[in-house]
């Protein structure tokens, strides 16, 4: 930590003229926004969790003279013109150095609290720009071959007007692994940025094994159906991301007649990705150097991602009991029914007998009506539940990107500065055959410190935005099933109540 708080920007050069952007930054505001690239202070960024420093003034507050409302400068005063110019040049030296004080200096100079705002407000203009007009749907579940070398494969249909695809209407035929290849190639690529990646459902070799044994069997048929239903709304979640509908392998996926067979998906989904995160985790807390978070966007996020799926665990082994129970309830009604049908065929009193066989029949409409909630419990609820965990396990996934590039750069700083030290010895020894090529490696370590701090700051603000775009669909998903199941309930007990309705002069003609 301590080597990530050393890093003062050198001055710049007397004979270079100011920058536009700035010496009209210089003449507009505060003397304590004054040129804060050649200050003494430390440009050390709170929502990077290194040492807090005193910041510099805020020069994106709505109160400069040139800033707009959403705190961009206008093009007269582009304040990023020169920044990004240099940015976009490899070339190391004592430009190097200008854009490290450049890209520290910056995020610096808004708090984390005026930072969440604004990529709400970005994120909301975004979604207004783009128009994700496409539906894909996995339908006509086909089992294919015989024995224990069977698979199923599913129809994923594709209805869309954009331009990246093709056609507008196009379908392919693809088994369970390719969903799962199409995983692992959008982790190894996204991840890695700071991306939320929708995880695969759950692998079940209890399940393929009754599909490959009998595929007419009842559990076998519900098997497929909740596997359908998952992978159609894992895909789904694919093509409603800006950044993943973009990616070839999405479009491949979507378009391609025949995907060469993927391998290695054994740990790419159920308790393999649980444990996948989990080491991922492990690995993050085992690091040599910690990461004092100082960000406390970060840290609450962090927090309520982790009490959030804590939560989620335990509402969804309630309502596993809840679908449990219907079922039983479903078993005990059918055999209440068939008792009471029973009873009617035996009893002598006509109106009786006919009154207890009509009550039989409700029973029967009742057994089904509760077997109907049942699923309604399962695929409304409990497979949103189950969704969102594995979901929150790719969101912590994310905030472990982040520490691993923090990680990255303070370890390059850490090597900058042996690199310096050795340097200064070299220059206390008096050894010029030497010097040269210990300058060239501080300078190369400098244009990776650069290059790693670039890293850090682009993955914290993928994952703000990513963040804030999953508390934004999770609102969105909640409401619409929640509603669902509502309309659900309230149709079953309409029907419950007609039943009964249509049995009571039944009841009451009994003489």
């Known amino acids: 930590m301590a080597s990530s708080s050393e890093r003062n920007p050198p001055p710049f050069p007397a004979s270079e003229k100011p920058e536009p952007g700035l010496s009209d930054m210089a003449d507009g505001d505060s003397d304590e926004g004054a040129d804060i690239f050649v200050s003494n202070s430390l440009p050390t960024s709170v929502s990077r969790g290194v040492s807090q420093s005193e910041e510099p003034a805020d020069l994106f507050c709505e109160e400069a003279p040139t800033a707009k409302p959403n705190g961009v400068y206008s093009d007269d005063d582009d304040l990023f013109a020169e920044a990004q110019a240099d940015l976009s040049s490899d070339t190391p030296g004592n430009s190097t150095r200008k854009d490290l004080s450049t890209s520290s200096g910056l995020p610096s100079a808004r708090s984390p609290a005026a930072l969440q705002p604004t990529s709400l407000e970005q994120l909301e203009e975004e979604e207004a ?18 024995g224990m070398n069977a698979y199923v494969a599913y129809k994923v249909s594709t209805r869309t007007s954009l331009p990246i695809f093709k056609s507008k209407v196009f379908s392919a035929r693809r088994r369970f692994s390719d969903f ?3 995983y692992e190639k959008l ?17 079940s070799v209890v ?4 599909v490959k044994v009998g595929m007419d069997d009842p559990s076998s048929v519900e098997f497929v ?32 007649e ?56 335990k509402l969804l082994a309630v309502v596993d009991s809840l679908v449990n129970h219907r079922k039983e309830l479903c078993v005990n009604t059918a055999v209440f029914a068939k008792s009471m049908a ?27 009506l509760y077997q109907e909630q049942a699923g309604t419990d399962f695929f409304i609820f409990a497979e949103l539940l ?126």
Request: proline share 4%; aromatic share 8%.
């Open 129 to 146: 720009k783009d128009c994700f007009d496409v539906d894909v749907a996995v339908t006509n579940p086909e089992k294919v071959g015989d």
């Open 180 to 182: 799962l290849g199409l």
């Open 187 to 203: 982790s190894a690529k996204q991840s890695l940025h700071g991306c939320i990646i929708p995880p695969p459902p759950e692998k």
């Open 207 to 210: 399940g393929m094994t009754k």
């Open 225 to 256: 159906e909740k596997r359908r239903a998952a992978l159609e709304r894992y895909l789904q979640r694919i093509v409603a991301h800006p950044l993943l509908l973009q990616d070839p392998d999405v479009r491949e996926f979507l378009e391609r």
């Open 258 to 313: 025949d995907l060469p067979r993927a391998v290695n998906t054994q740990a790419l989904s159920g308790a393999g990705f649980l444990k996948m995160i989990n080491k991922a985790s492990d690995a993050v807390s085992k690091m040599t150097i910690k990461m004092n978070e100082s960000d406390t966007w970060f840290e609450d996020k962090f927090q309520e991602v982790d009490t959030e799926e804590q939560q989620l665990r």
């Open 342 to 368: 029973m009873l009617g065929n035996s009893e002598d009193n006509t109106a009786l007998s006919r009154a207890l066989s009509q009550l039989a029949e409700v029973e029967d409409k009742m057994e089904q």
């Open 386 to 511: 189950a969704d969102y965990i594995r979901l929150l396990g790719a969101v912590r996934g994310c905030f472990d990107q982040r520490v691993r590039a923090w990680q990255r750069w303070q370890e390059a700083q850490s090597t900058l500065q042996k690199k310096r030290e050795a340097e200064a010895k070299l220059l206390w020894a008096n050894k010029p055959d030497k010097l040269q090529r210990a300058k060239e490696e501080i300078t190369e370590w400098e244009a990776k410190v650069t290059q790693y701090e670039r890293d850090f700051d682009r993955i914290g603000m993928t994952v703000r935005r990513e963040v804030l775009r999953f508390e934004k669909e999770k609102a969105k998903d909640f409401k619409s099933q929640i509603i669902k199941y509502l309309e659900a309930m309230l149709q079953s007990q309409q029907r419950l109540v007609k039943f009964w309705e249509a049995f009571l002069p039944e009841a009451k003609a009994i003489a």
